[in-house]
């Protein structure tokens, strides 16, 4: 068996036994309660394992540059944002019902994270958890940018968050609210209702 296998063989045995026991003592499968810590600690480490040491210590191919990253902004803003928030926070109404919870991508538990591996969980997803793989449609370097664009979410300015609610998806009174504030100021129609907030 290779050098440090035998961790994840522990370590999952020992997830085998203590997520089903954490899960019936913590309200049985109801996805309400977060994971406790030590389910958390084990979800992290199992999954650092998991992910292949050759995509671990993948390079970022793309340069850092405004239009790289104004590339993954507007990624991020129409893809992502619905459950991980404009500002990488997980505050939306998805994020915060999904088990787990969507991590906070400014902190430190994403943002320790290898280019490599963050490229590796946006191409394949996660099992067990609301990440969804977004691979497969032959264009890595989507992925790419928004590995960069993770990175620069600790430093989002107001004027990004706000350039990046114009890019998120609108529901169809969304649509209708933006059309009647058109119609207003073209003078066609009447006053608008006030907006509703997205949770974006």
């Not at 049985?28 to 999954?47: D, K, M, T």
């Not at 059309?179 to 608008?192: I, R, V």
Request: with cysteine; aromatic share 6%; glycine share 12%.
């Amino acid at each position: 068996m290779r050098n440090g296998w035998w961790i994840v063989v522990v370590v999952t045995l020992a997830a085998l036994v203590a997520v089903p026991g954490a899960v019936l003592l913590r309200g049985g499968i109801s996805a309400r309660p977060g994971p406790g810590a030590a389910e958390a600690a084990v979800a992290r480490r199992l999954r650092s394992y998991l992910i292949p040491s050759s995509a671990r210590q993948a390079r970022n191919p793309l340069p850092v540059d405004p239009r790289v990253l104004a590339q993954g902004l507007a990624h991020f803003a129409d893809h992502c944002a619905s459950c991980h928030a404009n500002d990488g926070s997980g505050d939306t109404s998805l994020g915060r019902n999904l088990y787990p919870r969507a991590p906070d991508m400014r902190g430190p538990l994403t943002q320790a994270l290898t280019d490599g591996e963050l490229f590796y969980i946006i191409e394949n997803g996660v099992r067990f958890t609301g990440m969804p793989a977004w691979g497969g449609a032959g264009k890595p370097e989507e992925s790419w940018k928004l590995v960069h664009f993770i990175r620069h979410l600790p430093a989002l300015t107001p004027e990004e968050r706000a350039e990046m609610e114009t890019l998120n998806p609108r529901g169809a009174d969304e649509w209708r609210e933006l059309q009647e504030e058109a119609e207003f100021l073209q003078g066609t129609g009447g006053a608008p209702a006030p907006r509703k907030h997205t949770g974006h």
